[in-house]
T-cell receptor, first 113, second 111 residues
């Protein structure tokens, strides 16, 4: 069975500081991994995804994530936080051969001026 | 053009009523989903259809019944609404094992 753990339900960073949101997954088969962002009262928007190939993936809005199989991790980073990055972030996994996206519990990012 | 659209966006209703939420996608995707997001923002899959065939049916009360008249539409009907059904319901679609595209959500409040 697949599962996703997001460490830290709330993360605060200063504007301009590094953003690091942690995601660890459990999957018995090679996973597909995703990061989504949710702004208040909106749906989920895809930031980036890993399916196969290059383990460092770049997404929208300056975010990137690295798939580390040995650590079963897919942490999300951004070098310099903007106020507009304040939102809820979700990591998700889909095991190959299934249709089910399993989401983590989310991390609320707060950006301090 | 909105890729995945849900109606209504807000739904306030009394306990015991029956209501439906409609979803349409114009992306040509094969698979559609219903997810429930609770007050703590936890997202849980409810149902999934692939080419109009039900492929995922999680542990959901049978008061909830999905219907997919065609590949582009997936509706959710809820009978005998309860207070605990209050949540945001998201429709999503995907092509096989690619990323899912989500609608804007339907905020259901049962009073």
């Amino acid at each position: 069975a697949q599962s996703v753990t997001q460490l830290g339900s709330h993360v605060s960073v200063s504007e301009g500081a590094l953003v690091l949101l942690r995601c660890n997954y459990s999957s018995s088969v090679p996973p597909y991994l995703f990061w989504y962002v949710q702004y208040p009262n909106q749906g989920l928007q895809l930031l980036l995804k890993y399916t196969t190939g290059a383990t460092l993936v770049k997404g929208i809005n300056g975010f990137e994530a690295e798939f580390k199989k040995s650590e079963t991790s897919f942490h999300l980073t951004k070098p310099s936080a903007h106020m507009s990055d304040a939102a809820e972030y979700f990591c998700a996994v889909m095991a190959s051969g299934t249709y089910k996206y399993i989401f983590g519990t989310g991390t609320r990012l707060k950006v301090l001026a | 053009d909105t890729a995945v659209s849900q109606t209504p966006k807000y739904l306030v209703t009394q306990m015991g009523n029956d209501k439906s939420i409609k979803c349409e996608q114009n992306l040509g995707h094969d698979t559609m989903y219903w997810y429930k997001q609770d007050s703590k923002k936890f997202l849980k899959i409810m149902f999934s259809y692939n080419n109009k065939e039900l492929i995922i049916n999680e542990t959901v009360p049978n008061r909830f019944s999905p219907k997919s008249p065609d590949k582009a539409h997936l509706n959710l009907h809820i009978n005998s609404l309860e207070l605990g059904d209050s949540a945001v319901y998201f429709c999503a679609s995907s092509q096989t094992r690619a990323e899912a595209f989500f609608g804007q959500g339907t905020r259901l409040t049962v009073v």
